[in-house]
């Protein structure tokens, strides 16, 4: 389905500086992470695949709540932040979701994916996987980068490709690093959903939390103008 993960060299060298702010950086912790959960239903008892793990934080959450949780990341260095995060009797494997899962038919109640698909081109094939591995009226929730303001941010010349881009990324210190991406139009995001027999259900442009105007002001600012993250549920 897919060569291997574009940003892994990058997360790999990202992943211990990332693991450490991953709690208390802004744009994570009090505005997209907010933004996300709010889409979940009550997730008490519910088979639940966190589909790109990163250190664990989501998988640590879900836990707490009750969750059944499969933790699943392409980074060796971000499963291994994740087994110390969430000990060793969690399931966390390695996993790359431009391939195919290696989970029966309908396993899942739900499946959460926060700012990973991103990294995958081929939305298709990935969500067919989701949409094989969930119980009928399973749920898929995902955000990625807003398609409006990635187009202004990486001053694209054709909105409706989907392309490789990538900037550096300087807000895990003492780490920086080049971080390529996928940029894709509205029409592309939803398309795959639709295809491959998803139900959208809801859609969030979030705003900054109050939390996030005491850590950031500035950003505070631009983020209460134009959106950085769209956050979506959906349903099977």
């Known amino acids: 389905m897919s060569e291997d993960p574009i940003a ?16 208390t950086k802004p744009h994570n912790a009090y505005y997209e992470r907010p933004a996300t959960l709010s889409l979940l239903p009550d997730v008490k008892d519910l088979h639940t695949l966190d589909a790109g793990c990163g250190p664990g934080v989501y998988s640590e959450w ?25 000990g060793n009797d969690h399931d966390i494997r390695l996993a790359d979701l ?17 700012l990973v698909m991103d990294y995958v081109k081929d939305w298709h094939a990935s969500f067919a996987e989701f949409y094989r591995v969930l119980k009928p009226g399973g749920f898929f929730i995902f955000s990625v980068g807003h398609p409006f303001s990635d187009y202004l941010y990486f001053r694209s010349e054709d909105y409706f490709q989907t392309e490789k881009v990538g900037s550096e990324w300087s807000g895990f210190d003492p780490v920086k690093v080049y971080v390529p991406t996928f940029r894709r139009s509205l029409g592309s995001l939803f398309e795959p959903l639709t295809a491959s027999n998803f139900v959208i259900e809801k859609v969030i442009e979030p705003k900054p939390t109050e939390e996030f105007k005491k850590a950031d002001p500035r950003h505070y600012e631009e983020l209460s103008r134009m959106p950085a993250f769209i956050c979506i549920r959906a349903r099977k």
């Open 8 to 23: 892994l060299e990058a997360y790999e060298q990202l992943a211990e500086a990332y693991a450490k702010r991953i709690d």
């Open 62 to 86: 879900l836990i707490n709540q009750g969750a059944k949780v499969v933790s699943i990341d392409a980074s060796p260095k971000m499963v291994a932040l994740a087994k110390q995060r969430l």
């Open 98 to 114: 431009g391939r195919p899962l290696e989970f029966t038919d309908e396993f899942f109640d739900l499946i959460l994916s926060p």
